[in-house]
């Protein structure tokens, strides 16, 4: 997760934490749904929940991101890291996709 957000996780604080009986596991199945580690899903939603409470700081999500699910966190990521010319023919080819489907749905009566 920090490697993505450009921090090294030698530097990134380790925190001890006791969990209740069964959250490991319930963290666990969400990190693995969501196609993430454990410690994304954890920091992911302190991070939201700190935004959501109007907690200053560095939050490593945007509050306008909050509402974001893990999955388009990552897309946003990704699309980031792209140089500006592959930005842009990546929102073209969305927006002839999404164009074609446009094209194939039946036409209103």
Do not use: C, T, Y
Not at 3 to 12: H, M, N, V
Not at 77 to 98: C, E, T, V
């Amino acid at each position: 997760m920090f490697k993505r957000l450009g921090i090294p996780a030698r530097s990134a604080d380790k925190f001890v934490l006791r969990l209740p009986d069964n959250m490991r596991e319930r963290i666990a199945e969400v990190a693995e749904n969501d196609g993430h580690s454990m410690n994304w899903a954890i920091v992911s939603r302190l991070d939201r929940s700190m935004a959501q409470e109007g907690v200053s700081g560095d939050a490593l999500i945007a509050p306008d991101k909050a509402a974001l699910s893990l999955n388009e966190l990552e897309l946003l990521q990704q699309f980031r890291q792209l140089s500006p010319p592959r930005q842009d023919a990546l929102i073209a080819l969305i927006g002839q996709n999404q164009e074609a489907k446009r094209e194939k749905a039946p036409a209103p009566e």
